[in-house]
């Protein structure tokens, strides 16, 4: 295509176009509620869009895809129909600052003093003119606030002539703009690494035959074809087949669920044996996993509590430096002091330094394996003294093991192991492996089967010398074969109550015995609680269904674990965790499932483990990336790092600009030394607040080197 001008609807115009890339034109992007690096973020999850990049001052956006008509449509009918989630009151209409911008404000700053006044004049007025719109308009509609002491100080030296001062301020304010916009977009990288789709084909069924396709070329009614070890890569309906899904990235549960014809299924679920034909209802960007990317980058507009309080006491400071300077020369009459004092301000580093080193922070974090989802999930993770643990998939890894063989009827330990085995051989299910895998490390040769029969949710029936053998559950023998099981009534008890799960196994009728089952601890979570204590966690309370003595034995097996509750429903967790935090406790819950989100939410933070149920990510604020417990102390490590720069910020800013101003008032410093300390100091504090905030911390230098995650190419 060549470059024209299209008339595409009422709001956007397309201004010019070539095969890979568009560029639009629409006065809607002036609007002062939408959020321009949400709109992006929005066009981005769509199919085949590479990259987008809006100009607010230029009425544009520019978009780079794939060429395909299909997608371009779908760009088109987004910007035509804008979601109301794009919009929010005061939404940031702000256009990022570039890099040239910056470089330019900072040549223009520095050429200043050897420019001739000519020339300086209408430069200076034409760098400072932004800042002093936007001071103006602050004023208008918001009142006294930083943005008008930034004016202000702009225009008072404009107005006195002093150029390099005021070209000097609008250069400091433009490279804190910059560096807060670097941060975030690192951050912003960090969510495309972790939410890209996990399939780049799949296979759909078109005309009667199955094709393989992309995944950007599935659209709304396909019939995806998914065999056993494959992910669901759709939101649909199955119309044809019966698989076992394992849903664990979905729900949290480790056992898989029987999808036959007329089930629903969401994106992310992996098929463990079986074979399904799914109507595809959501694809792309509407699936549930694209959906939580939205949900992530809607998180990054919130503002931490840290960064609105400094905001707040920047802005407060506002009418104390314009209340002293005009004193001044009311006393005075010396409009040189009163200069001076005009000239310095608390604002910038305190404004500034705070984005910087929260934003730092996150992109710290994710280069350790850790994703925080807002600048208040960092305060937060900073402040809290209590950890909740759901056990399953936290504090251990949600896989079972082997615990107890015992046999009856006369067949031995080994013999009934491998009776089981053999029949669980060629079943794809978290209990099978577990049984399989305990026979093959004995070393036991496994009898020769025949007519496997899976019971999905049940167990499985096989043949061995002609002689029918059933593995499962007692509901399984019992109610649907008939086989007496009370031989083993109290052993059963007793077993259950220490948490273990049974699984019966019966031969021609004869109940042969019962197998226990139990979730492994993963092996770095003792030590990954003791580092937690050693960072100033004062309680740390584990939830468990497990019965009590299972529970008990788990928690004193781990260490560290000041209270226990057990034998608790899903529900029991949330209200948990409000009655912790009424009783005083600042609290985290850590948890990995679908039926962990009402606690993850009601916490001051939710932390979800890297393969945790989709829910529990969109609910959770601290994802980790790395499947190690320990990462979570390294998250620890970082928020306090970064509370202890903003600490130090706050203190070199009040301190240094103090003194600046003290001696300003007393006539000691001229307006242009006065300017000149003042943003020495904030460029100073703001190269501390990004060199500090960047710093590995030592925790996670000793664990290994840190993810690739947010890495730079």
């Known amino acids: 295509m060549t470059a024209r001008a299209e008339q595409t609807g009422k709001a956007f115009k397309i201004a010019h176009e070539v095969k890979h890339r568009i560029r639009m034109r629409s006065?809607?992007?002036?609007?002062?509620?939408?959020?321009?690096?949400?709109?992006?973020?929005?066009?981005?999850?769509?199919?085949?869009?590479?990259?987008?990049?809006?100009?607010?001052?230029?009425?544009?956006?520019?978009?780079?895809?794939?060429?395909?008509?299909?997608?371009?449509?779908?760009?088109?009918?987004?910007?035509?129909?804008?979601?109301?989630e794009a919009y929010m009151p005061g939404g940031s209409g702000h256009d990022d600052i570039t890099l040239p911008t910056v470089a330019a404000q900072g040549a223009a700053a520095a050429l200043t003093p050897f420019m001739p006044h000519e020339a300086a004049a209408p430069a200076s007025w034409m760098l400072g003119m932004p800042t002093m719109l936007e001071g103006l308009h602050t004023l208008l509609y918001e009142g006294v606030k930083v943005e008008v002491l930034d004016a202000s100080a702009v225009a008072f030296s404009l107005l006195r002539k002093d150029y390099f001062t005021a070209n000097a301020i609008v250069a400091m304010l433009g490279l804190g703009s910059y560096m807060e916009s670097w941060t975030e977009k690192k951050s912003d990288d960090l969510l495309k690494n972790l939410l890209r789709p996990q399939v780049e084909s799949v296979w759909v069924e078109r005309d009667a035959r199955e094709v393989q396709v992309e995944f950007n070329?599935?659209?709304?009614?396909?019939?995806?074809?998914?065999?056993?070890?494959?992910?669901?890569?759709?939101?649909?309906?199955?119309?044809?087949?019966?698989?076992?899904?394992n849903q664990s990235s979905i729900t949290g549960e480790s056992l898989p669920l029987h999808a036959s014809e007329g089930d629903e299924v969401l994106s992310g679920a992996v098929v463990e044996e079986g074979r399904i034909k799914i109507a595809a209802k959501n694809v792309g960007g509407e699936t549930s996993m694209a959906r939580i990317g939205r949900f992530l980058q809607n998180s990054l507009r919130n503002r931490s509590a840290s960064q609105k309080k400094t905001d707040e006491l920047a802005d407060s400071l506002v009418p104390v430096t314009f209340g002293l300077g005009l004193a001044l020369f009311a006393l005075t009459r010396d409009v040189t002091r009163a200069a001076s004092v005009l000239t310095v301000d608390y604002s910038c580093a305190i404004k500034l330094a705070s984005p910087v080193a929260v934003k730092t922070g996150m992109h710290t974090a994710g280069h350790c394996g850790v994703l925080l989802k807002g600048a208040q999930a960092l305060d937060n993770l900073a402040r809290i003294d209590t950890i909740v643990f759901d056990k399953t998939g936290t504090l251990t890894r949600g896989d079972?093991?082997?615990?107890d063989v015992i046999p009856d009827n006369g067949l031995d330990r080994d013999g009934l192991l491998a009776l089981a085995a053999g029949a669980e051989e060629h079943y794809h299910h978290p209990v099978a492996r577990a049984v399989v895998s305990e026979a093959k490390a004995?070393?036991?040769?496994?009898?020769p089967i025949s007519q496997v029969d899976f019971i999905v949710a049940h167990g499985v029936s096989a043949y061995v010398e002609g002689e029918q053998v059933l593995v499962g559950s007692r509901h399984f023998l019992e109610d649907d074969e008939g086989i007496d099981c009370s031989s083993m009534n109290e052993q059963g008890k007793k077993l259950r109550s220490e948490g273990k799960s049974l699984?019966?196994?019966a031969r021609s009728g004869r109940l042969l015995g019962l197998i226990t089952l139990r979730d492994v601890l993963r092996p770095e979570a003792s030590e990954a609680l003791s580092m937690l204590k050693e960072r100033g966690i004062e309680k740390i309370v584990m939830l468990t269904g497990d019965h009590r003595d299972?529970?008990?034995?788990i928690a004193d097996e781990l260490g560290c674990i000041d209270e226990v509750h057990w034998e608790l429903k899903p529900e029991d967790k949330a209200e948990l965790v409000n009655k912790l935090k009424e009783s005083g406790c600042r609290l985290a819950f850590a948890g990995d499932g679908v039926n962990d989100a009402p606690a993850l939410v009601s916490a001051d933070v939710g932390i979800c483990m890297p393969a945790g149920a989709d829910l529990?990510?969109?609910?959770?604020?601290?994802?980790?990336?790395?499947?190690?417990?320990?990462?979570?102390?390294?998250a620890r490590d970082v928020a306090k790092n970064t509370e202890h720069i903003l600490k130090r910020s706050f203190q070199a800013a009040v301190g240094i600009n103090s003194a600046v101003l003290l001696a300003a008032s007393t006539g000691k410093l001229s307006p242009v030394l006065s300017a000149f300390l003042h943003n020495t100091s904030t460029l100073g504090i703001l190269a501390y607040a990004a060199a500090a905030g960047r710093r590995t911390p030592d925790s996670a230098v000793r664990l290994g080197s840190p993810t690739s995650y947010g890495k730079e190419d």
């Open 27 to 84: 006065r809607r992007l002036f609007d002062p509620a939408l959020d321009l690096k949400y709109l992006e973020a929005m066009i981005e999850s769509l199919p085949g869009v590479e990259s987008v990049r809006t100009n607010k001052w230029g009425s544009s956006i520019v978009i780079q895809y794939d060429g395909k008509r299909k997608n371009r449509e779908r760009i088109l009918e987004l910007l035509e129909n804008i979601p109301m």
């Open 217 to 245: 070329d599935l659209i709304v009614g396909d019939l995806v074809i998914c065999g056993a070890g494959e992910l669901v890569p759709v939101d649909g309906v199955v119309v044809d087949g019966d698989a076992a899904l």
């Open 400 to 403: 079972f093991m082997v615990a």
């Open 442 to 447: 004995r070393k036991l040769e496994l009898p």
């Open 503 to 505: 699984l019966y196994v």
């Open 550 to 553: 299972t529970a008990k034995s």
């Open 616 to 634: 529990a990510r969109e609910s959770a604020q601290v994802v980790l990336l790395e499947d190690d417990l320990r990462i979570l102390a390294v």
